[in-house]
């Protein structure tokens, strides 16, 4: 029995109407819209009868980087995917099924649209789907499917206005990454109510870091060799390349030097990728449906965003992460599942070439719905079903320069490819060229041979341009300017504005903050001054080398958030520090805020692997690399800042100079007699003591403007600043050791090797706003110069106890200092952080300068700077 018969025997609940849904289907100028409007409300006047449409539930998984001949399924050499072979014998299995581009993005929107990427446009990073787009989800919410928003992208432009629903729980679990699919089929399913499931998994993409149970299913064999050595000998020279193909979101030309030999391990990291995908999501998604009782009036659909290249040429990953315009079959080739046991048939293998826009229609076939107006796609069911109806088309492709990744100059390429079944013509937009392959000859498409066959060339580069036409941008109704790109919108403003004086401000993050998987609680967020319902538009720049990344992007809310992200995004978001912008509104570009940068750092959740010698060899290249150019940078700006303090200085009038200098010496005149009574070295001791803590305080008001200008002089390197400040304390603390006791005693080496690793744990791990980890130094030295004044009238040990008490005091009105300042916090994390650099300043006191005091004379004579004095207590240096 066909699939038409089927339907007409199963019924279903009359449809709830969701009247947003509709009047945006009224708002398209669809008529088929309207019709379906009609009937809806007629649906709603006439009641449930008998005769119910069709309604089966529907989940549509959508994998990224997933290219099928890897599949068993497909005639794979390896045994990768278990349950998505059974899936497949089960269902319907297309072994031509290709995207409409070869990134995430434009992939993705023309399954939910049915449109081409040139005509939904949104195929640069930043671009929205124009709200009166009608997609799937909004033709389903129509008929009464309930679509949760369980998609982990959806916080981004590209992914805006997709017609899904709210989710009240969706924040609570996106950052668990499968659950939340799970949760839902297990926990929020309501009988009677059909529901539309769209999830998409990320974790085929790069790094390719399957873990070792699945590795060690295929890399043995990457690595097979006659004798034992030679196959160690191998993984060895291959350890530094898998390391970075293993912790990469990114791989660029010229990033590491792979070649052929390094195939078959590139392939057994992928097919592990697809081994783990297949048990542990496949494998669990059979089980449940089946244990809910979803398996017999579910309709599950399996495909892809694109496919991915695994050095077929000369690159690993695709147009994104490698960031060079391509469309070869290796990139657009995606998986093609339709699996809906006792309504579809089971085993068939479709072998015509078809593409993601026809996912859309089929559903819509299915569920005897019309197509949105201008669907581009067509119902697959007459191929399912083996009958007439069905009408063989070229295919096209478009892609930018390098996807999401393109810079300025990358938006305005596109490449474009037109394939049929047995050519294809791909064009390469920077340098205006075409390449034709024959399939039948050379399906690796390794060969041009556009010179033998001109003829081929010029109908298929007639048949690309119609296309081209064909698929211009999409024009809605109410849309006044179909020329105009997605770009901000202007109009009457008011609010920031007026509230400014049409400077924005940026409340949050502060500039030079980093900001923590926990403590960001898995969402990044933009805080500025203005109101809601304006239209900002953000100017970003991020990431460096490979991973940078600019442009402009448009927002509505003053305080927006992106997120929550699972774990492994945010870690791959890490990697595109540093994360600056500005935000300015678009009829006032002349008044930009100022730039803000801020950092990620990595989850817990994400913690990486161990690598080989040979890449933490690289990664230290890369790290002096840096290194180097941070600490010019320091010096550039810390210097011009010195100059800044000098100039400011040289404003003083000479005369009030002189009062000030007058004022000194009389002051010192006054206090003579009493420093005569007390002791020259305890005054000096403590007169450095309290003007220590004068000045710590005295700068609390004043440092995040200082810091913010440093931040501009140095580039952003000023987040350094603390590790370098720590690094010369430390070299200065270890030279004086050495000056004192060179090797006659081991002790002080010992204590300083123990606690330096404490102070590079405390810079890397607590004190993640860089500013905080000049506390490292600074309240180390608040306990020094305390321990100093006190062990004059106190035994060691007591004015160690007292000198720690009195910083942790100190530390704690520093907090209730900023407390009372506007736009400043008291934090508890502080407090801590000022006592533990109290504390460590304290023992590399005790246990390594005091030692090595003691140690001077041993062998050596004293220095007459270093003479001892005796106040008749304590001896101490004069």
């Known amino acids: 029995m066909s ?84 899936i497949s014998a089960e269902g319907v299995f297309f072994r031509q099924a290709f995207s409409s581009s070869a990134w995430t993005t434009p992939g993705l929107i023309s399954i939910l649209t049915s449109l081409y990427a040139p005509t939904h446009e949104v195929d640069i990073r930043g671009r929205r789907l124009d709200p009166r787009a009608i997609t799937l ?23 805006s206005n997709l017609g899904l629903e709210i989710y009240d729980r969706r924040e609570e679990l996106i950052d668990r990454g499968d659950e939340i699919l799970f949760h839902w089929l297990e926990e929020e399913v309501v009988a009677g109510e ?62 590491m030097d792979f070649d052929a030999r390094d195939r078959p391990w590139i392939d057994a990291l992928y097919d592990a990728q697809i081994r783990r995908l297949d048990e542990e999501f496949f494998g669990r998604l059979r089980r449940t449906l089946e244990r809910e009782g979803l398996d017999e009036n579910t309709l599950v659909i399996i495909s892809a965003d694109h496919g991915e290249e695994l050095f077929d040429r000369d690159l690993i990953g695709h147009v994104s992460t490698f960031k060079e315009g391509r469309l070869y079959d290796e990139l657009t080739r995606i998986p093609l599942i339709f699996w809906f046991p006792g309504v579809l048939p089971a085993g068939r293998i479709v072998e015509e070439p078809v593409q993601c826009i026809d996912v859309a229609p089929t559903i819509l076939d299915l569920l005897d719905l019309p197509l949105a107006q201008g ?87 007639v048949l690309l341009n119609e296309w081209i036409l064909f698929s211009q941008r999409r024009v809605y109704r109410g ?40 403590g960001a609680d898995h969402t990044i967020r933009l805080q500025w ?25 448009t927002e509505s809310r003053s305080a927006p958030g992106y997120g929550p992200f699972q774990a492994n995004m945010w870690n791959a978001l890490v990697l595109y520090n540093p ?67 000098y100039l400011w200085a040289g404003t003083v009038p000479a005369a009030d100079l002189s009062a000030y200098a007058l004022l000194l010496v009389i002051a010192g005149a006054i206090l003579w007699p009493y420093v005569q009574r007390w002791g020259v070295a305890r005054c000096r001791a403590w007169s450095v003591a309290l003007l220590y803590i004068a000045f710590v305080y005295s700068t609390i008001a004043v440092m995040p403007a200082v810091w913010k200008i440093l931040e501009a002089y140095t580039q952003g390197s000023i987040r350094y600043l603390g590790i370098l400040a720590v690094g010369l304390a430390a070299a200065a603390i270890a030279g004086g050791v050495w000056r004192r006791i060179q090797r006659r005693r081991w002790g002080p080496y010992v204590a300083l090797a123990f606690i330096v690793p404490i102070y590079a744990y405390l810079l890397n791990r607590y004190a993640v706003f860089p500013s905080e980890r000049l506390h490292l130094v600074e309240y180390g030295f608040m306990g020094v110069v305390l321990f100093r004044a006190l062990r004059i009238d106190f035994s060691d040990r007591a004015a160690y106890i007292v000198s720690f008490v009195g910083t942790v005091l100190i530390g704690l009105g520093d907090e209730c200092i900023q407390w009372v300042l506007p736009q400043r916090f008291f934090e508890l994390k502080d407090v801590q952080l000022n006592a533990l650099s109290g504390g460590l300043g304290l023992l590399i006191l005790r246990f390594v300068v005091q030692p090595a005091e003691e140690g001077v004379g041993e062998g050596t004579e004293r220095r007459p700077e270093e003479r001892m004095v005796s106040d008749g207590h304590h001896t101490f240096p004069e």
């Open 375 to 461: 669907m581009q796609g067509q119902s697959l069911l007459p191929l399912i079903e083996e009958r007439d109806g069905w009408t063989q088309k070229p295919l096209f492709f478009e892609t930018s320069a390098a996807g999401y990744t393109a810079d300025e100059e990358q938006y305005r390429q596109r490449f474009r490819a037109v394939r049929t079944e047995r050519w294809k013509l791909i064009y390469a937009g920077p340098d205006e060229a075409y390449a034709l392959y024959d399939l039948d000859d050379d399906p690796g498409e390794l060969e041009d041979v556009g010179e033998e066959y001109p003829q081929m060339v010029d109908s298929l580069r």
């Open 194 to 255: 059909p529901f539309f499931l769209y999830y998409h998994y990320r974790d085929l993409h790069l790094p390719y870091k399957p873990g070792e149970s699945y590795e060690s299913l295929y890399l043995p064999d990457a690595f097979d060799a006659p004798l034992g050595i030679l196959s160690a000998l191998k993984r060895f020279l291959a350890a530094e390349k898998m390391a970075v193909v293993k912790k990469s979101v990114m791989i660029t030309r010229g990033l």
């Open 579 to 645: 994360w600056k912008f500005r935000v300015y509104l678009p009829e006032n570009p002349q008044e930009k805020s100022d730039w803000v940068t801020f950092y990620l750092t990595s989850s817990e959740a994400g913690k990486e692997e161990g690598i080989s010698l040979l890449g933490v060899a690289l990664m230290a290249r890369h790290a002096v690399s840096r290194g180097i150019d941070h600490a010019g940078n320091l010096i550039w700006g810390l210097g011009r800042g010195a100059v800044d303090l």
């Open 137 to 159: 989800p909004d033709l389903l919410v129509a008929e009464g499917y309930r679509a949760p928003d369980i998609f982990f992208l959806t916080e981004i432009p590209n992914f």
């Open 3 to 86: 699939s038409a018969a089927w339907r007409k025997l199963l019924t279903g609940r009359w449809p709830l109407v969701n009247l947003q849904s509709l009047r945006k289907l009224f708002l398209s100028g669809s008529t088929r819209g309207i019709w379906s409007l009609i009937v809806a409300l007629f649906a709603l006047s006439a009641g449930p009868s008998a005769g119910a449409p069709f309604r089966p539930n529907i989940v549509l998984i959508t994998i990224d980087t997933f290219r099928p001949d890897h599949l068993s399924y497909y005639g794979y050499r390896r045994q990768t995917s278990p349950q998505l072979d059974a």
């Open 529 to 553: 001054d203005g109101p809601d319902a304006e239209t900002y538009v953000i100017e970003y720049e991020i990431g460096e080398g490979a991973y940078h990344l600019e442009g402009v992007t």
């Open 479 to 518: 849309q006044e300017d179909p020329s105009e790109e997605s770009r901000p919108q202007t109009g009457a403003r008011s609010g920031a504005a007026d509230q400014t004086g049409g400077k924005l401000e940026i409340l949050f993050p502060q500039d030079g903050d980093t900001l923590s998987y926990q």
